[in-house]
């Protein structure tokens, strides 16, 4: 089945960077688009950034733009988030998610097309 598992997170300074990485299974994860969501205390989840399979196509929401930057090694079945410029807004609990199809392109996110996410890996920015 599949399996997503989320790591890289923890406590950093606002300004600071982290990567996150998310190991995948059970699936053929160079087919797949794939996208990273995250979810704040006491707030719905947010999408944050989708990546197509090779890894040519990328998309980010407005309040991570320029500041992270998503990338997969298909060869390792492994994606990236490799966060900038943190800021404490950035806090939540960040999961990876596989799309529902084999796709080749990019498609717009929406969580029902998303169903499969890892446990999450917490990340907190503050001072």
């Known amino acids: 089945q599949v399996q997503l598992v989320e790591s890289g997170g923890g406590l950093v300074q606002p300004g600071g960077s982290l990567r996150l990485s998310c190991a995948a299974s059970g699936f053929t994860f160079r087919n797949f688009p794939m996208s990273w969501v995250r979810q704040a205390p006491g707030k719905g989840p947010e999408w944050v950034s989708s990546i197509a399979p090779g890894g040519a196509l990328t998309d980010y929401s407005d309040s991570v733009k320029g500041r992270f930057i998503i990338s997969r090694a298909d060869s390792d079945n492994t994606l990236y988030l490799q966060m900038n410029s943190l800021r404490p807004d950035d806090t939540a609990v960040y999961y990876c998610?596989?799309?529902?199809?084999?796709?080749?392109?990019?498609?717009?996110?929406?969580?029902?097309?998303?169903?499969?996410r890892g446990q999450g890996t917490q990340v907190t920015v503050s001072s």
């Open positions: 998610a596989k799309f529902r199809y084999i796709y080749t392109g990019l498609p717009t996110y929406s969580g029902d097309n998303y169903p499969d």
